[in-house]
């Protein structure tokens, strides 16, 4: 009997950060956005897109997967 070969099923590179803003508002946000993305509260941008992974301006608190 044949050996069985493991299936592999590849894992997602990105993920949802939970960013903190300068004025203390907390949002969730991509990490690969495609548009700046500001906070509702006073309008700072918190990520930029790069093409790639999103240059983040604001504190990372979490990443949620």
Known sequence: MPSKKKILI???RSKFLRVRC???NEQIIFDRCSIR???NVC???LAE???GKSKIYGEIIEELT
């Open 10 to 12: 590849p894992q997602p």
């Open 43 to 45: 309008g700072e941008v």
């Open 22 to 24: 300068k004025c203390g």
């Open 37 to 39: 993305v500001i906070c």
């Open 49 to 51: 897109p790069t093409g």
